[in-house]
């Protein structure tokens, strides 16, 4: 996350990370579904049509905090100062992303917007969370789909 250029690219990488969202999720939220203590991913902006709640853990809280938020509108807006409402784009946080990676060392290597995702479901299986929990918090309907990022 330090790599990353601002808190608003910290921000959207680490909602990502900490609530295992598509990075088309998270650039799509509002501000209202970010409320004090979870984050609503509603079904418009899901892959899989499944709204989804999922608690803000106190690490993402910090990058919240330090992120500033809209008034309204979405939480990452593209234009800030436009008449055109719309969210920052995938290819825009896929650029970003590769230009912290390509900046790198080489051990940011392999490094993707969906490795978050993956990091997440790795993580709660390690810590011995069950599959159908981490499907829900994924909004997977079939655990064989869960079952690939988990392995």
């Not at 295992?20 to 650039?27: F, P």
């Not at 100062?81 to 946080?93: L, M």
């Not at 896929?94 to 790198?104: I, S, T």
Request: proline share 3%; hydrophobic share 40%.
């Amino acid at each position: 996350f330090n790599h990353l250029p601002d808190a608003k690219w910290r921000c959207v990488f680490a909602i990502a990370y900490f609530t295992g969202s598509r990075i088309s999720e998270v650039l799509a939220l509002d501000v209202a579904n970010a409320e004090q203590d979870r984050i609503v991913f509603i079904r418009e902006n899901a892959k899989t049509n499944i709204r989804r709640e999922i608690a803000i853990q106190p690490q993402l809280r910090s990058f919240l905090e330090a992120y500033e938020t809209p008034e309204g509108g979405y939480m990452f807006p593209a234009y800030q100062n436009s008449k055109r409402k719309t969210h920052v784009s995938r290819q825009a946080a896929h650029k970003v992303l590769n230009e912290v990676v390509a900046a790198g060392d080489g051990a940011l290597d392999g490094i993707s917007t969906h490795s978050f995702r993956r990091s997440f479901a790795t993580n709660l299986a390690k810590a011995g969370r069950p599959q159908a929990e981490i499907s829900r918090l994924l909004g997977h309907r079939a655990a064989n789909t869960t079952a690939r990022y988990i392995g």
